[in-house]
């Protein structure tokens, strides 16, 4: 039977039925998923049985693992989780709560600030692909907001002013928001910022789509007042709610998101009560996106020192 896919959403959010991920996939039903994730920008997939070997061998139909940080190796034990996956849940390598002071919750709290993975890493991520193995029963869903929607949206003027700027990122910037300063010299030394694009277009389609994050610090070449004024103004456009969908998890979801075309963010839920734990494969994207614009016919990102 070939895969069902039920559009949540015209074309930002679908689920797909029929389909058994833990098992090859069939050439049509991998080329049809790859069709639906550029029309969509979020799948879902329910009631999937995967483990780490099938979670990954799916997620690098999308492209090259990303390579893991190791942070918080004091707290989170290797074991708790395969190596290749992030740990994205409250627990701790027993599997029970994370401590109030923990350092990967204050960290994880800027999970709930908007932003797209990796994007403060020289290379970004592509898709990011979350499997929910326990859920909390109220809250802890995850939003994502369609910034090809929202670049859509803007003012021609807006579009023109801000096309070809660069941004600068740093995933210490949106911890730092949050209050989680703790670092250590070996981890900031990991994760220096990087630089992307504002405005960038998805090669499969052309369409084009705001590309920002709490994580950015900066747009290069801006006065310091006016680059702060129009990330907040352009992060307030891209989250308005006509642009967002909000997922009420299930058990055994498995949601993949582009990266490159989406932001999403955690929203509150109980903590210290119940257990929420997810795992996140994520997938590189092809380079920088600077590069990848620079190579587009008649696109030049602005010079900048
Ligand atoms: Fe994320």
């Given at each position: 039977m070939a895969i069902n896919l039920f559009p949540v959403t015209p074309d930002f959010v679908a689920e797909v039925g029929d389909v058994d991920l833990s098992k090859p996939l069939s050439p049509?039903?991998?080329?049809?998923?790859?069709?639906?994730?550029?029309?969509?920008?979020?799948?879902?997939?329910?009631?999937?049985?995967?483990n780490p070997d099938q979670h990954v061998a799916f997620a690098e139909r999308?492209?090259?693992l990303e390579v893991n940080i190791n942070t918080y190796q004091d707290e989170v034990k290797a074991e708790r989780i395969d190596s290749r996956i992030s740990d994205v849940s409250n627990l701790d390598h027993e599997n029970t709560l994370l401590p109030a002071q923990s350092r990967k919750r204050m960290s994880g709290m800027a999970n709930r600030l908007w932003h797209t993975?990796?994007?403060?890493?020289?290379?970004p991520a592509r898709a990011s692909l979350?499997?929910?193995?326990?859920v909390a029963p109220i809250g802890g869903l995850t939003e994502f907001t369609d910034m090809r929607a929202a670049w859509d949206a803007l003012p021609e003027s807006m579009r023109r002013q801000i096309d070809g700027h660069i941004v600068e990122h740093s995933i210490f910037h949106s911890r730092a928001k949050v209050g989680a300063t703790v670092f250590t010299e070996r981890e900031r030394a990991s994760l220096p910022p990087a630089q992307q694009v504002l405005v960038r277009t998805i090669p499969e389609t052309g369409r084009r789509a705001l590309y920002l994050a709490s994580h950015a610090i900066r747009i290069m070449g801006l006065p310091e007042a006016d680059s702060t004024r129009l990330i907040e103004d352009l992060?307030?456009?891209?989250?308005?709610?006509?642009f967002v969908y909000s997922h009420r998890w299930r058990a055994d979801d498995l949601v993949i998101w582009d990266n490159r075309c989406t932001m999403h963010r955690g929203t509150r839920y109980e903590e210290h009560r119940w257990k929420r734990d997810m795992h996140r494969a994520t997938v590189s994207?092809?380079?920088?996106?600077?590069?990848?614009v620079a190579t587009e016919p008649g696109r030049h990102p602005q010079e900048h020192e």
């Open positions: 049509e039903d991998a080329d049809s998923i790859q069709a639906a994730f550029l029309k969509y920008s979020v799948l879902v997939f329910p009631a999937q049985q995967l999308f492209g090259p993975d990796s994007i403060f890493r020289h290379v979350l499997y929910a193995r326990i992060m307030a456009h891209a989250t308005q709610r006509q994207d092809v380079g920088n996106s600077i590069k990848a």
